[in-house]
């Protein structure tokens, strides 16, 4: 089954757009920096020749320091990001700001939660990687665009921008899935949200990844990987499935 079909709600990665002024390693740099930039005894012209940023017809300096000028506190909006592979960054993620953050997915990686990150195509070696914070457009590969899967999904609440602050999830793992599984695993679906009985979503996150990361599969897919989403294959039985999830942790 793809992947997509596995976990349903996916998006790209972030593109800010302005990483240099957006992302930092140092969280106390990335604060002093936005700090600056919001800070209304400054004018226009002066940050953005210190922070040497450019404008576009959908971006005006003025216009993006009149909306952080509102914001009353600016720390939710400071998380941590992939950024590349296996390079972790903090942002300052906010609209006012950062340019493409589908907040649809992202924003349900601003909780407790794990996210797939693969590509859909791929110029260079396939890569599959696993995050628990918010990830940007190439956060696999440098060449090719990343695809985020969240495992779990929180309800939306209050503005794009805001941090949710319930704690009911759901797992985003398609019915149709589920129903395979428990049929290749000769399980009934007893468990909550139509698991089978026995298998948690952290179990079908872990087995997915180890799948992904088996050398025997990407021999034998390696010019399917390059055009189309992964397909995940269905195990042969529950030693199988519970082995691979437990190498896939």
Same mark, same amino acid.
């Given at each position: 089954?793809?992947?997509?079909?596995?976990?349903?709600?996916?998006?790209?990665?972030?593109?800010?757009?302005?990483?240099?002024?957006?992302?930092?390693?140092?969280?106390?740099?990335?604060?002093?920096?936005?700090?600056?930039? =919001?800070?209304?005894?400054?004018?226009?012209?002066?940050?953005? +020749?210190?922070?040497?940023?450019?404008?576009?017809? !959908?971006?005006?300096?003025?216009?993006?320091?009149?909306?952080?000028? /509102?914001?009353?506190?600016?720390?939710?909006?400071?998380?941590?990001?992939?950024?590349?592979?296996?390079?972790? =960054?903090?942002?300052?993620?906010?609209?006012?700001?950062?340019?493409?953050?589908?907040?649809? #997915?992202?924003?349900?990686?601003?909780?407790?939660?794990?996210? &797939?990150?693969?590509?859909?195509? +791929?110029?260079?070696?396939?890569?599959?990687?696993?995050?628990?914070?918010?990830?940007?457009?190439?956060?696999?590969?440098?060449?090719? @665009?990343?695809?985020?899967?969240?495992?779990?999904?929180?309800? /939306?609440?209050?503005?794009?921008?805001? &941090?949710?602050?319930?704690?009911?999830?759901?797992?985003?793992?398609?019915?149709?899935?589920?129903?395979?599984?428990?049929?290749?695993?000769?399980?009934?679906?007893?468990? !909550?949200?139509?698991?089978?009985?026995? #298998?948690?979503?952290?179990?079908?996150?872990?087995?997915?990844?180890?799948? $992904?990361?088996?050398?025997?599969?990407?021999?034998?897919?390696?010019?399917? &990987?390059? @055009? /189309?989403?992964?397909? @995940?294959?269905?195990?042969?039985?529950?030693?199988?499935?519970?082995?691979?999830?437990? $190498?896939?942790?």
């Amino acid at each position: 089954m793809p992947i997509n079909q596995l976990f349903p709600l996916s998006s790209s990665g972030v593109i800010t757009a302005r990483d240099a002024l957006v992302m930092d390693l140092s969280l106390s740099a990335l604060r002093q920096r936005i700090s600056y930039f =919001r800070d209304p005894k400054v004018s226009d012209a002066d940050v953005k +020749t210190r922070l040497n940023l450019s404008e576009n017809y !959908a971006w005006k300096v003025s216009e993006a320091r009149e909306q952080l000028m /509102e914001v009353e506190d600016c720390e939710p909006f400071y998380t941590d990001i992939a950024y590349r592979p296996f390079n972790f =960054r903090k942002i300052f993620f906010h609209a006012s700001v950062a340019w493409r953050m589908r907040m649809k #997915v992202m924003s349900q990686m601003q909780r407790e939660n794990l996210a &797939l990150i693969t590509t859909r195509q +791929t110029r260079d070696e396939f890569g599959a990687l696993a995050s628990q914070c918010i990830a940007g457009h190439k956060s696999v590969s440098a060449y090719d @665009i990343s695809s985020v899967f969240p495992l779990y999904l929180y309800p /939306e609440a209050g503005r794009s921008t805001e &941090l949710f602050t319930s704690r009911e999830r759901v797992p985003n793992v398609s019915d149709r899935f589920l129903n395979e599984l428990a049929s290749a695993l000769d399980i009934q679906q007893e468990g !909550a949200h139509g698991l089978p009985s026995g #298998v948690t979503p952290e179990n079908i996150f872990h087995y997915t990844y180890a799948v $992904l990361h088996s050398p025997g599969y990407r021999r034998r897919y390696a010019e399917s &990987l390059k @055009i /189309e989403f992964p397909r @995940i294959l269905f195990p042969g039985g529950v030693r199988l499935f519970m082995e691979l999830s437990r $190498l896939g942790d």
